[in-house]
Structures are given as C-alpha cells and as structure tokens.
C-alpha cells in the first residue's frame, strides 16, 4: 500500500493493484488447484504448514467491515455508503438463510430426539427414507456454505489413531451407523502445559493440533438390520448375533435410538482424540496399563498363593486355618479385579469430562448455528469482493488475479491464509443483482449508494415471493387419541 493511501490523505486511481499489492502478481506462485472437498487422513493430521488451506476466514464480519470501509479507501463520501450498504446486505444475507430454515427444521423435527412438540403427522417407511435423505442433504448443505471441510468417515486409519492427547485408547465400530457426516473448520493448535521429567518436573508449553469446530452427524442402523449383518459377518444364529449387538449399543448413551437423526457440535478437539465424539466410543486399556496392572494381579496373586499354600494344606488338620487363608486368597483376587474396573472408570470420567469442556450445541441447536455461520461467511466474502469490483474495471478474465489479490490482503492485514472462494460470492452478487456480467465479461458493479437502495427494494418484495414450506410427505391424523411427543 502506497504512502498516500497509508496515510489517509486521499482517494487515488488504481487503488486495486495499491490496496492489494499486486505490482509483483506476475511472480505470485499459481493458485492451487483445486481438490477433493472430502478431507483424507493424510491431510487431516499434516502439520498446518503442509496442509491445504481452508476456505474459512478466521476474522469476524465486523472487523472486516471497520477494515474495508476506512474513509481513505473510497472516494469521497462513498466510504459511509458502502458501510451501509455492507449493513443491508449482511441483514439481507441472515433473512435468506432463515427462509431456507423453515423447510429444514420442519423436516427435522421428525427426527429430532430433543422434540417437546406433538407428532401430529404420520410416515410411512418409504417417507421417513426420503426426509432422512433431506434433512442429510440440507445440513451437509448449510455446513459447505459455512465453509467447513468434511472428513471421510470411511477413512479408518484418521478415527483409529494411536496417538492421544488425553492418554486413552478409543475404539469405534463404524458399522454400527447407516449414515454418518463428519465436518471441521478451523484446523490450528492450542497451547498446554505439562511438567516435564526432563526439566525437573518444571512446567513447559506444547503445541497440540485441534480442530476448532468439529461436526458429526448420524443415524444408527435399525437394530433388525444391525443383526442381519452381525449374522452374515461372524456366521452365527440369530440369538448370539442379538447378544452381539445389544453388548456393542452397551456402550452408548442410555436412551439413544435408530430412529433419530443426532448432530453434535464441538470445540476445540485434539486431532488425534476425534473418536472422543461418538456415540458407540469403547474405551480400551493401553499396553503400558495391560502390562502394568497385569504385573501386579499377577504378583498379587503369587505371593497369595504361596502364603496361603501351606495353610491350605492343613485342610484336614486346620480347617478354620485353610478356609481363612482361601478367603484372604479370594480378597487379593477381587483386588486386583477392582483395580481393572478402577482404571477403566478412570478413562470413562476423563472422556466425560472432556468432552463437557468440548460440546458446544446438540440437534436443532446444532442447525441454527450453523446457518447463522454460513451467513456470515457469505457476507465476509462479498464485502471483499464488492471492495474490490467497485473500484476497479474489472472482467471475468481478472478473476484469479483479484482471487490472489484478496488472499494477499487478508495474509497482510490479519497474518492468516485461506482459500477465498471468489466464484461463489461472484454467482450471489450476480443473483442477487448487485454486479451485472455483460456479454463480453465485463462485471458492472452498483455503487455503493445504490446497491443499499437496490437491497432496500429487495427487502419490500421479501415478503411478497416467500415460498410456502409445504410437504407431501405423510399425513394429518385426523380423530382418535394424539400420538405422543418425539
């Protein structure tokens, strides 16, 4: 940025190629290319230097507004227009993501396990099958507007990784769900402290990889399913594969159930404890645990045994003698028991606790937060689009270079690094009749002052165009007794 600009004594052309720094773009690295929105275990747990960029801009909207709208950056009068106008359109962007609610928290509501509301509307299986499909394809929909990355489920080496920040050995059964999405944004690290043998049992700080905002969302397969399975996998009857079954769902949550869809949202997860946040989480004994608590049973054990074996052998002599020291030999025996039963509860209250710090919202909630998210981020990269296409003549063909130029700004104003979805916030912009792309790719953009006007016209006809939310799905009960709440 030129000194002029700097410090603040007037509006110059070309302030595009000054405000962004792209007097050198012909020596920029050529952008990225793009990649599989599906995130592997080898990106997963790269360190952030060596994985790809998240589309997710780390700054909120308001700070971008303050940024953007500084008086020196417009001409004159036209800063306090685009402030209103950036105000129009975030308002306008929270609207239309309220619309899109409305049909997706009454499809939902059929699968909500939290409902205090009266089921008043009936499904056959084949209806419920296609709102299942809805409501995944709605979420997942609002999730990738949100800027967040999905995980594959299937990817089994990322959701059984060894190393543990908390010290547990997780397992999870990944057949036991019919459908599952998992998303994060915000891939960074978060300091801890420890005491370290090395350095006298003095504090140090570490690093830890965390995903700031971790999704999951699943249905678990109908139990008669699950069992068909278990029957065909381990070539057993009905009777052991239902016993296989009900043991597996032991270890879920009292109450949870294959007929609901469930969404959790947490914060600030180790990359390496993602199995932390299922529902079918098995907590296992590591090697250093089996080898330490087996040492011990087992000399607990022998040294019993061979105290207790001369008193046993005067049985015949000495009953009361042998039957005491058998006692005191069963005593150790459920010792050393209680001591694997301890050190498993152990692990249990470390996961709970843990993840308390670590939940964020459950179902409905789940939703609501995340459409308010993905409004935001619509807004935040329309205003840097907008600040740069109402200044400057601008063609399609411009694209990547305003792609790298505004990459460029938010690593040298805010020191982060993301992949700016420039198409995307282009195709609103377009819609929405704010920037108009002539035949030739020329983008036209509204000023400021009328681009709020034109919003404000939008906003009259809001109303008047909103679509009815109607369902041809089931049907009203009609007489009778009311069918209980979900």
């Known amino acids: 940025m030129s000194a ?7 509006y110059r052309p070309g302030l595009f190629q000054r405000l962004y720094d792209l ?17 592997s275990v080898a990106d997963i747990l790269q360190p952030d230097e060596k994985r790809k960029r998240e589309r997710f801009i780390p700054v909120t909207r308001f700070a971008l507004l303050d940024r953007l709208t500084m008086p020196y950056l417009w001409p004159a009068g ?3 227009e685009a402030r209103r106008f950036f105000r129009y359109l975030d308002y306008w962007r929270q609207q239309q993501y309220f619309a899109l609610l409305l049909d997706l928290e009454q499809t939902y509501e059929t699968f909500s396990p939290d409902s205090d509301l009266l089921m008043t509307r ?6 419920r099958d296609s709102l299942k499909h809805r409501v995944f394809e709605g979420v997942e929909s609002l999730l990738q507007r949100a800027n967040y990355e999905r995980i594959d489920p299937t990817d089994v080496e990322m959701i059984l990784t060894r190393d543990s920040h908390y010290g547990l050995d997780l ?33 140090e700080e570490f690093n830890v990889p965390i995903f700031q905002r971790l999704f999951i969302m699943f249905k678990l397969k109908p139990f008669e399913t699950r069992v068909a399975e278990v029957m065909r996998e381990k070539k057993c009857n009905r009777v052991q594969a239902e016993k296989c079954v009900e043991r597996a769902r032991h270890h879920m949550p009292p109450g949870i159930s294959d007929r609901n869809i469930y969404l959790k949202l947490f914060k600030n997860i180790p990359r390496t404890d993602v199995e932390m946040i299922f529902p079918n989480t098995e907590v296992r004994f590591r090697s250093f645990d ?39 030999l069963g005593g150790i025996a459920v010792r050393q028991a209680m001591g694997f039963f301890n050190q498993k509860q152990r692990y249990m209250v470390v996961m709970a606790q843990n993840l308390y710090f670590h939940t964020m919202a459950d179902n409905r909630s789940v939703i609501l937060k995340i459409a308010a998210r993905g409004a935001e981020e619509d807004v935040k990269e329309e205003m840097l689009l907008y600040s740069v296409l109402a200044k400057e003549k601008s063609t399609r063909a411009d694209l990547p270079s305003i792609d790298l130029a505004i990459e460029s700004y938010l690593t040298r104003t805010f020191g982060i690094k993301v992949d700016f979805e420039i198409d995307d916030a282009l195709d609103r912009l377009i819609r929405d009749g704010i920037v108009v792309e002539k035949p030739d790719g020329t983008l036209v953009t509204l000023p400021p002052a009328q ?13 008047d165009y909103l679509p009815d939310s109607v369902s041809t799905e089931g049907y009203e009960f009609e007489g009778g007794s009311v069918p209980p709440a979900v």
């Open 290 to 328: 089996k080898l330490r608590l087996g040492v011990t049973a087992g000399g607990g054990l022998g040294m019993g045994a061979f105290g207790a074996a001369g008193k046993i052998a005067l049985l015949a002599s000495n009953p009361i003698a042998a039957m005491g020291a058998l006692a005191g």
């Open 4 to 10: 002029d600009i700097a410090s603040g004594r007037s």
């Open 78 to 80: 036209q800063a306090a």
């Open 23 to 39: 007097t050198d773009l012909d020596a920029r690295p050529a952008p990225v290319q793009e990649q599989d929105a599906t995130e």
């Open 451 to 463: 681009a709020a006007k034109h919003i404000d016209d939008k906003w009259d006809l809001f109303l």
């Open 171 to 203: 397992n999870v059964d990944m057949k036991a769900f019919e459908r599952i999405a998992i998303y994060y944004r915000g891939a960074s690290n978060q300091k801890y402290e420890r005491r370290s043998v090395r350095k006298f049992l003095r504090k």
């Open 122 to 127: 009936n499904f056959s299986e084949e209806e």
